[in-house]
C-alpha cells in the first residue's frame, strides 16, 4: 500500500510541472531520449504492475508530462521494476543517463518501519532485438545505485517546496544496436521527474577555412580522435588541417590551415570573390587588393587586372605592379666631336612610362648631300660599350670618316617597348666630321729643363677653319708606359710643366681644342729632366776650369760674373712663373684622365685663388636671363626664391636661385661660391644640377634646377603613408646610385640626410647641399681628417664622430639613417634621445629597430650599413646592385619585420626569416662569426651549401666544442627552413 494517497502524489506532482520543461540545449550532444520531448505514452513497463505508478498530465502548452512515482515504504521486500523501451544507440559507444527526481526522507514519514530506502538502482541490458524481449532481471546489468543529494520532507509538501534532484551516469562501451534501462525501487518514496539518454560527438564545425565533420569520440577518454578537415569552397590547403576530438564533444588542437585561392579574400570565415576593380594574384589569407595603376578588372574574382590601353605589363613584371607604356624620346641631346671620335650625351626621357628598366639603342646612318640619300653605317665604326642596350646616357663612336655627314637615333626603350603597337619616336643628332681638321701643331721644342720643371714651345697651326680656343698637354713617364698620365691646359703656344722628377726621361704630346672639338695629339716628343742641384754645380765647375785654362784669368772673372747675373734673373723668372702655373694646376696632375667619362673630383680648396675654381668649374650667367618670381626660404648666406631661366634657343625652365645677401665680406663670398665649384663637376640624374652662376654682378647667385617637392623629409611628413614600399624603395635607389657617382670621383659627402635630398615632381631623389663635402685622396681607403666644425651626429658613423674621419664608409653609415627616414616618413632618428645619450648608445652596439611596415630586407641593409667596423660597411655599388634586385624582385619585400617578431612559433603557423647577404652575416647573426674562415676554406660560401650541412660536417670543418656544434646545426636547421620558405613564395635569397 503506497503511502501518499493519489491526492497526495496529484499535488506532489503539480508542485514539479513548472521545472521540468526546463531543457538544456548542448550542441555536443545527441539525445537517444528525452520523456520531457514525448508526446504520446511511453509505454514503459512495470514489474509488478502495482509498484511504479504512471501519472501523464498536460503543461500550460498543451504538452504531456511523463513521470513515474514509487512509494511503498510501509511494506517490506519491495522490489518493484521499471523498464524503458528499446532504445536505439546510433553512433554512440558511450551513453550518457541524465535522471531528474525527487526522493522523501524516510525520517520525516511517521510510524515507518525500519523497511524505507532512500536510493534506487539503474540498470541497462544491451540486444540487437528491438521487440519481443521479455523482462529478466537477472539479464540486466547495474550501473549504480542513485542517491538523492537533497531530499524532502513533509513540511515542504505542505509548503510546496520540493528538491530536486539531477544525477549522470556513463555507460559504456556498448557494442549493440541498442539496450533497454530499467529502474529498481526497494522501498523508497521516489518521484521520478524526467529520463534523458545521450551519447557526445564533436559537433560539424568550420576552422581554419576548413570543414570538419560531426565526429564521436572514443570510449577511452585519454586518447583523441585526430580528423582530418576538408576545404571550404574556393579554398585550398596550405598545411593539411586538422583538429582532435575529445572524449568531452571539444575539438582540440587545432593544426594546419586553408587559404583563399586566388581572386577570392577571406570575410567572416568564407572565401568571398573579388569585387570588381580589385584582384588577388596569390592563394592566401590577404584581402583582395586595388588594381594597379592604369589597370582594370570588370568582373568578380579577378586574378589579375588588365592593362589599359596603351599601357602593358611585361612577361616577367609581377600582378601588383602597375602597368606602364614605353618611354618618350631621349631629350637634349649633346656631341663632342674629337678628330674621328664622337661623344654622344643625352639627357633621360621626360616621360619614363612608370618603369625603371631604360635602355637606349643608337643606330648609325651615313648620308650624302641629300636628305634621302642615307644608308646604314658601315661595321667599320664602332660603338663604346656597344650600340644596343646601353645603360647610361652617353656613347663613344669611333674610326669616323673624315669629310662625313652622320645622323644619330637614339631611342629609349623599357621592358614594354616591345609590346606597343604604336611607331617608336626617336630624338635625332647629325653630325658632320667637316668640322675638324687635323689642326696639328709644330713640333714640340725644349727651351729649358731643371730637375723638377721642364719649359716647351710650339707654333701654332698654320692653317684651322676654327679658332684655337686651348692647348691640352699631355705627359708621362717613359719608363711607366703610360699607364698613367697627367694633363694640364694651356691658351698660350708654350708651358712649364712643374712637378717633375729629376734626371727623368718624359713623353710629351699636345692636341688643341676648337668649338668643334679636339684635334688628334701630335707625335711623342721625349724630353729629360736635369740631375739634382749638386750634379748641376758639378757640371758648372768642369766648364769654368775650362774657360778658365784658355782664356786667364781676367776674361774667366768677366764671363763668370757675366753668368751669374743672367742666371739669377732666369731663375727668379722661371721660379715667379712656376708659383702660380704649378698652384693653379695642381689638381688636374693628380689623377685627371681627360677621357669621355672618367671624371676626378677637384677639391676647390686646393686652388690658391677661390676664384680661380669657380671659372674653371661654373657658368657665367647673365643676371638679366633670370627671372625671380618669389622667396622659397633662407639659407646660410641669404635668401633661396624659385624663378625662371631663359636660355638662347632652349625652353625656358624652373630654377631654384641661391642669393649671397649684401654686406659679406670675401671669405662669405668664397664660401658661397665653394659649392657652386663643387656642383658645377657634377653631371649626374640624381644629383642636383647647376645651372650657372652670377659673378660679376649684384646679387652673387648659385641657380640649380627647381626641385618642386622639396626636401625629402618634409615631403614624407606631408604625405605619410602615400606611397607603396617599391616607391620608396625607388627613391632610396635614386639616392644609392648618386651617391655611387660622388664615391666612383672619390668624393665624401659628410652630411647625407633626407634634408639635404631633394624631390622632383617624378618623384626623383637628387643629393644637394654639398657644404660639408671633402675629398678623398687616391687611396680608396683614405679618410678625410678635420678639427673643429659642427658635425650631424644622429647621421654621421662613429669614426667620424671621435675621430673626424670621413670616408666613403661614413657616407654608407649615414645612407642607413637615410633609409630608416625614409621608411618611417620622415622621423627624426633616435626620436628625442640627446647627441650624448646617442654616442654612447651606438658604442654599446644599439642600433635603430625597424621602422613599422619596413620590409626585412630593407632592415638587414640598414644594419649593413651600420656595422662598426667601416671596412664591413657595403659600397654604393653593391647597394644599388641589392636594391636593384629587390625592384626586380616585389614578392622580397613581402616579409615585413613586424610580422617576423609576431608570428607565433606554433605547428602549422609559415614564419619569414630575416635574409641575409652572405654566409659571414649569418655566422655573425648567430654569434659563431669565430668559424668563418673554417666555412671559407671548406668551401661553404654560399647559403644553400651552408643549409645542406649535417653534424659530421660541421665537426670536419673545425668545430670542436659541442655547445658550438649544437649551435650551428640547430641554425642550419632553421636555415634550410628559410630557404625552402623562400623557394615555394617562388624567390630565392
Excluded at 247 to 267: H, N
Excluded at 460 to 476: A, F, G, I, R, S
Amino acid at each position: 500500500m503506497s503511502y501518499m494517497s493519489f491526492g497526495e502524489r496529484a499535488v506532489l506532482f503539480s508542485l514539479f510541472v513548472g521545472i521540468v520543461l526546463i531543457g538544456f540545449s548542448h550542441s555536443n550532444q545527441v539525445v537517444l531520449l528525452d520523456t520531457t520531448s514525448v508526446l504520446g505514452e511511453l509505454g514503459w513497463k512495470t514489474y509488478p504492475m502495482n509498484g511504479w505508478d504512471a501519472i501523464t498530465e498536460m503543461d500550460e502548452h498543451n504538452r504531456p508530462i511523463h513521470t513515474f512515482q514509487v512509494c511503498h515504504v510501509m511494506e517490506p521486500n519491495q522490489n518493484n521494476w521499471l523498464r524503458s523501451n528499446w532504445i536505439s544507440r546510433q553512433a554512440a559507444q558511450k551513453i550518457y543517463v541524465e535522471l531528474r527526481f525527487t526522493l522523501r526522507d524516510c525520517n520525516s514519514i511517521p510510524w515507518v518501519s525500519g523497511t524505507c530506502k532512500e536510493t534506487f538502482n539503474l540498470f541497462y541490458y544491451e540486444t540487437d532485438e528491438a521487440h519481443g524481449v521479455k523482462f529478466k532481471p537477472v539479464q540486466y546489468t547495474k550501473i549504480d545505485t542513485i542517491a538523492a543529494d537533497e531530499s524532502f520532507t513533509q513540511m515542504d509538501l505542505g509548503d510546496r517546496i520540493l528538491k530536486l534532484n539531477t544525477e549522470v551516469r556513463e555507460v559504456g562501451p556498448i557494442s549493440k544496436k541498442g539496450f533497454y534501462l530499467a529502474f529498481q525501487d526497494i522501498g523508497a518514496c521516489i518521484a521520478l521527474v524526467s529520463v534523458r539518454v545521450y551519447y557526445k560527438k564533436c559537433p560539424f564545425t568550420l576552422r581554419n577555412l576548413a570543414s570538419f565533420p560531426d565526429t564521436v569520440p572514443r570510449v577511452d577518454s585519454s586518447s583523441l580522435v585526430e580528423v582530418r578537415g576538408a576545404c571550404i569552397d574556393h579554398a585550398e590547403e596550405r598545411d593539411t588541417p586538422k583538429l582532435f576530438c575529445g572524449a568531452d564533444g571539444d575539438w582540440l588542437v587545432p593544426l594546419g590551415r586553408c587559404v583563399c585561392s586566388i581572386g577570392y579574400e577571406e570575410i567572416d570565415g568564407s572565401c568571398i570573390a573579388c569585387h570588381p576593380g580589385f584582384y588577388k594574384a596569390f592563394a592566401g589569407n590577404i584581402k583582395c587588393s586595388k588594381c594597379p595603376p592604369h589597370s582594370f578588372s570588370f568582373g568578380e574574382g579577378a586574378t589579375i587586372c588588365r592593362c589599359e590601353k596603351g599601357f602593358f605589363r611585361a612577361m616577367k613584371d609581377p600582378p601588383t605592379m602597375a602597368c606602364t607604356r614605353p618611354p618618350s624620346p631621349p631629350r637634349n641631346l649633346m656631341f663632342n666631336l674629337n678628330d674621328t671620335c664622337l661623344l654622344l650625351e643625352w639627357s633621360p626621357p621626360s616621360d619614363m612610362g612608370g618603369r625603371r628598366d631604360l635602355t637606349y639603342n643608337v643606330q648609325c646612318k651615313r648620308c650624302g648631300p641629300k636628305p634621302d640619300q642615307c644608308e646604314l653605317c658601315e661595321e667599320e665604326l664602332r660603338f663604346l660599350p656597344r650600340p644596343l642596350g646601353l645603360t647610361n646616357a652617353t656613347v663613344t663612336i669611333t674610326d669616323l670618316s673624315a669629310h662625313a655627314n652622320y645622323t644619330f637615333e637614339i631611342e629609349s626603350l623599357n621592358g614594354v617597348s616591345g609590346l606597343s603597337y604604336f611607331p617608336r619616336q626617336v630624338a635625332i643628332i647629325t653630325v658632320s666630321t667637316d668640322q675638324t681638321g687635323p689642326s696639328l701643331v709644330g713640333p714640340l721644342k725644349k727651351d729649358w729643363a731643371s730637375p723638377n720643371s721642364i719649359a716647351l714651345s710650339w707654333q701654332q697651326p698654320e692653317q684651322t677653319t676654327l679658332p684655337v680656343l686651348e692647348y691640352e698637354m699631355k705627359y708621362y713617364e717613359k719608363e711607366h708606359e703610360q699607364l698613367s698620365y697627367s694633363s694640364t691646359r694651356t691658351k698660350a703656344p708654350s708651358v712649364i710643366i712643374s712637378g717633375l722628377k729629376a734626371a727623368t726621361w718624359y713623353v710629351f704630346s699636345v692636341r688643341t681644342r676648337t668649338p668643334a672639338g679636339y684635334s688628334s695629339y701630335s707625335p711623342k716628343y721625349e724630353y729629360e729632366t736635369t740631375g739634382d742641384s749638386s750634379d748641376l754645380a758639378s757640371d758648372q765647375g768642369q766648364v769654368l776650369v775650362i774657360v778658365t785654362a784658355a782664356v786667364g784669368g781676367f776674361t774667366l772673372l768677366v764671363i763668370l760674373t757675366l753668368f751669374l747675373l743672367i742666371t739669377g734673373r732666369c731663375q727668379w723668372y722661371i721660379k715667379t712663373k712656376m708659383t702660380s702655373e704649378e698652384k693653379r694646376r695642381t689638381s688636374y696632375q693628380n689623377g685627371h684622365v681627360p677621357f669621355p667619362g672618367i671624371k676626378t673630383y677637384v677639391d676647390p680648396d686646393t686652388y690658391e685663388d677661390p676664384t680661380q675654381a669657380v671659372h674653371e668649374f661654373t657658368k657665367e650667367i647673365d643676371p638679366s636671363r633670370i627671372r625671380i618670381e618669389r622667396v622659397i626660404g633662407a639659407g646660410e648666406f641669404g635668401e633661396v626664391c624659385s624663378g625662371r631661366l631663359r636660355t638662347p634657343g632652349k625652353k625656358e625652365i624652373a630654377v631654384a636661385i641661391k642669393t649671397l645677401k649684401g654686406g659679406y665680406v670675401d671669405r662669405q663670398r668664397q664660401d658661397f661660391l665653394r659649392e657652386a665649384s663643387i656642383m658645377g663637376q657634377f653631371d649626374h640624374p640624381n644629383i642636383i644640377r647647376l645651372e650657372g652662376v652670377v659673378t660679376k654682378s649684384r646679387p652673387v647667385m648659385i641657380v640649380v634646377e627647381y626641385m618642386e617637392n622639396g626636401s625629402l623629409d618634409s615631403f614624407l611628413r606631408q604625405h605619410d603613408g602615400h606611397f607603396t614600399v617599391i616607391q620608396l624603395v625607388g627613391m632610396l635607389r635614386g639616392i644609392a646610385a648618386g651617391m655611387k657617382y660622388l664615391s666612383d670621383m672619390g668624393y665624401v659627402h659628410r652630411d647625407l640626410a633626407a634634408r639635404n635630398i631633394l624631390v622632383n615632381g617624378n618623384l626623383v631623389c637628387k643629393v644637394s647641399d654639398f657644404g660639408l663635402s671633402r675629398v678623398l685622396e687616391d687611396d680608396p681607403e683614405a679618410a678625410y681628417t678635420t678639427t673643429g666644425g659642427k658635425i650631424p651626429i644622429r647621421w654621421t658613423a662613429p669614426e667620424a664622430i671621435s675621430y673626424r674621419k670621413f670616408s666613403s664608409a661614413s657616407d654608407a653609415w649615414s645612407y642607413g639613417i637615410v633609409m630608416w627616414e625614409v621608411m618611417s616618413y620622415g622621423e627624426r632618428p633616435y626620436w628625442e634621445m640627446s647627441n650624448q645619450d646617442v654616442i654612447l648608445s651606438i658604442e654599446e652596439g644599439y642600433r635603430l629597430p625597424a621602422p613599422m611596415g619596413c620590409p626585412v630586407a630593407l632592415h638587414q641593409l640598414m644594419l649593413h650599413c651600420w656595422q662598426k667596423e667601416r671596412g664591413h660597411r657595403p659600397k654604393f655599388t653593391d647597394v644599388v646592385s641589392f636594391l636593384d634586385k629587390l625592384i626586380r624582385n616585389p614578392s622580397s619585400l613581402l616579409p615585413l619585420v613586424e610580422d617576423i617578431q609576431s608570428l607565433p612559433e606554433s605547428p602549422g603557423e609559415e614564419m619569414d626569416y630575416p635574409m641575409f647577404i652572405s654566409v659571414g652575416e649569418w655566422l655573425d647573426s648567430i654569434k659563431m662569426s669565430q668559424y668563418k674562415n673554417n666555412f671559407m676554406a671548406a668551401g661553404y660560401n654560399t647559403l644553400d651549401s651552408v643549409a645542406t650541412m649535417s653534424i659530421e660536417d660541421v665537426r670536419r670543418i673545425g668545430v670542436e666544442l659541442i655547445g658550438h656544434q649544437r649551435r650551428v646545426i640547430s641554425c642550419v636547421q632553421t636555415l634550410r627552413l628559410q630557404l625552402l620558405h623562400e623557394q615555394e613564395k617562388g624567390f630565392h635569397v
